[in-house]
């Protein structure tokens, strides 16, 4: 691949067909759209557009509600887009026609600014304005491509031509920069949709002034590192601060350099890809270790009973990945964005899809959670629940859910020249753009669940297939019409060019053993344990699947063996392992001299992203290896 020639294919030229992604897909739209719809309505989310709120009155607006409401409905315009539904098309309307009611003069369009404190507008620069503005326009071009409906965006861009004269123009604003980074990637969609460079400008001018700004030191007291405030982002060589403005601020980066072919940018992209990956994020893809600012903390602190990990950083992180593989086909992107969307992602909501989670440790204790519970409040240490809920105070997960899902297709290809890149595997069909002609591409698996991806070829041509070799598989077969294929491997990329025709397939069979996964020695509460994964997923123990075992003494030999089986868990189809293990023998004393005293033990995994889903239970994804 030719850097920075990546163009996406979108989940428009997509459509799942079966498989994993699919049931998740429905689930979404069946249960998920409709219970965050409920929850939004009921504290007062959506009544806030309508700028009616007095003081005395219950459900004050908040400072972020609005990026709540904005990316629920472009999660409803990504199913819209693929699936007309009046009844959801009327719900969107109505919530325009409130944003257009609320609208000033001059454009200005925030619910809770404009209620409850209309004189302090652009003045504060840690109170989401910006952030909520860079939402509204990812709602509003997705709703204009889901109807042809122009009133949302036409709003928008009002309200976003009067930030780019308060900010970069005028510099009437009390700061320069975003709080919290959002509206970089949205202002370099809107100009690819518009052409209008001013947007790209504006993009440009919020990233290039963090770190710079003289402006955002006297306006926000607060440590610059938590915002990424510290140096200029260039000059960014750690993941630091509240994990989702970090990464978010990625996006943003790795944007302007593909748009840009911006060798310093995209270096800096590397260089915090890498200190992500390898140094500050789970085995689950999750990322941002304390509940303290929501943040990224230092190399190798990854606690498992307090750690983080907030469903919308995995988002972020995947989100991040795909703009990379746009600027260079690697596997490790496409790696890193399937860890994150398959274990933590999912983990974030319930297998019902009408609960949810914020946070996602690795290891539960609900002992330690109901002693935690009994004390005061201000003598309590901060847990994660242990049971997911149906709103947050601060909801931004669920809603980013959504629209993640539906637009979950974003994922599979990208193209490069006449190369068809396939990064994430779904059972689906794709229609895929190549210079002078539209090729057809369908693809059949059970991915995640097993190693086989059947790639039918529905269009003839000269051009190249590459499909992506996870890092996780050491061994693997590339057929064309059931013979071993030669093909060039490029950074992990199977590349196979030639003339296809109609109906050729390619066969890709990954191995998918059960592997046990050590971390790095620097890690010191995971020295001498290991993780379970098979293929992306990774596997916990609940107590309600062992109720006999204590999860944190099971010791798993090296050479223990698996078994894979299906099972039906709460109506889903899940993969399921069982293998032998060990625990010590019970004993009365609280200390004793070290005897080599275990009895052998049966133990039942599950996928991580399916644990508390049958009522609050132990959970253990880290093992002590014998």
């Not at 004050?60 to 007309?84: C, N, R």
């Not at 200029?232 to 996006?251: F, I, N, S, W």
């Not at 240490?381 to 049971?387: A, K, T, Y």
């Not at 190549?434 to 003839?460: A, K, M, S, V």
Request: net charge negative.
């Amino acid at each position: 691949m030719e850097k920075y020639s990546g163009r996406p294919v979108s989940f428009r030229q997509v459509d799942l067909t079966g498989g994993f992604w699919q049931t998740q897909q429905e689930l979404v739209r069946n249960v998920t759209i409709g219970a965050v719809y409920d929850r939004f309505e009921e504290t007062g989310r959506f009544e806030a557009l309508k700028g009616e709120w007095r003081e005395g009155m219950p459900c004050k607006p908040h400072i972020f509600w609005d990026s709540d409401v904005t990316k629920w409905m472009e999660g409803v315009a990504y199913y819209l887009q693929k699936q007309p539904d009046q009844r959801l098309e009327e719900k969107m309307d109505m919530l325009v026609e409130r944003m257009e009611k609320l609208q000033t003069e001059d454009g200005y369009l925030n619910s809770y600014f404009s209620t409850v404190e209309p004189k302090a507008r652009f003045t504060r620069r840690l109170d989401h304005e910006l952030y909520c503005a860079g939402h509204l326009i990812e709602g509003a071009l997705a709703y204009y491509k889901a109807t042809g409906k122009r009133k949302m965006l036409d709003l928008t861009i009002r309200y976003i031509d009067l930030i780019d004269r308060a900010f970069r123009i005028e510099h009437s604003a009390a700061f320069d920069t975003p709080g919290h980074q959002e509206i970089e990637m949205a202002l370099v969609e809107l100009y690819q949709f518009t052409g209008e460079n001013r947007y790209k400008e504006l993009a440009a001018f919020f990233m290039e002034m963090r770190g710079r700004s003289q402006k955002d030191r006297e306006n926000s007291k607060e440590d610059p590192v938590s915002f990424q405030s510290h140096l200029p982002v260039r000059e960014q060589k750690t993941a630091d601060g509240h994990a989702v403005r970090m990464l978010y601020q990625l996006c943003g980066m790795a944007d302007l350099a593909l748009l840009d072919q911006d060798e310093e940018m995209t270096a800096a992209c590397e260089t915090l890809f890498d200190n992500v990956v390898h140094k500050r994020m789970h085995i689950t893809g999750g990322v941002g270790s304390t509940y303290l600012a929501e943040a990224f903390t230092f190399d190798y602190d990854l606690p498992e009973v307090t750690t983080y990990n907030e469903t919308c950083a995995s988002i972020a992180l995947a989100m991040f990945c795909r703009r990379m593989w746009l600027i260079e086909a690697d596997h490790r992107y496409a790696d890193c964005a399937e860890l994150a969307l398959y274990n933590t992602m999912l983990s974030g909501m319930s297998l019902s899809g009408d609960r949810f989670f914020y946070e996602n440790p690795l290891a539960a204790d609900p002992v330690r959670d109901r002693f935690n519970q009994s004390r005061k409040e201000n003598l309590r240490e901060h847990l994660p629940i242990l049971e997911r809920v149906k709103v947050f105070e601060c909801s931004c997960c669920p809603p980013n859910l959504v629209r993640t899902m539906g637009s979950i297709g974003d994922y599979m290809y990208s193209v490069s020249g006449n190369t068809i890149y396939a990064h994430c595997y779904m059972d689906a069909e794709a229609q895929i753009s190549l210079p002078g002609q539209e090729i057809c591409l369908r693809q059949r698996t059970d991915y995640p669940y097993d190693g086989r991806i059947d790639l039918e070829i529905g269009t003839g041509g000269r051009y190249t297939i590459a499909p992506r070799i996870p890092g996780w598989c050491a061994s693997y077969r590339v057929l064309v019409n059931g013979e071993e294929a030669a093909f060039d491997l490029e950074k992990g990329y199977a590349r196979l060019e030639r003339t296809w025709q109609e109906k050729d397939h390619i066969v890709l069979e990954l191995d998918m053993p059960v592997e046990m996964i050590e971390a790095n020695p620097k890690v010191p509460n995971l020295c001498g344990r290991v993780a379970v994964m098979r293929g992306p997923l990774a596997f916990c123990a609940e107590g309600i699947d062992n109720p006999d075992l204590p999860l944190r003494d099971i010791r798993l030999c090296m050479d223990s063996a698996f078994v894979v089986s299906m099972e039906e868990i709460c109506g889903r189809r899940l993969s399921v392992l069982t293998g032998k293990a060990s625990v010590r023998k019970d004993f009365d004393e609280l200390y004793r001299i070290c005897r080599a005293e275990e009895e052998d033990a049966a133990v039942k995994m599950i996928p991580y992203f399916a644990w508390a889903n049958r009522g609050i239970t132990e959970m253990n994804v880290w093992f002590i290896r014998r």
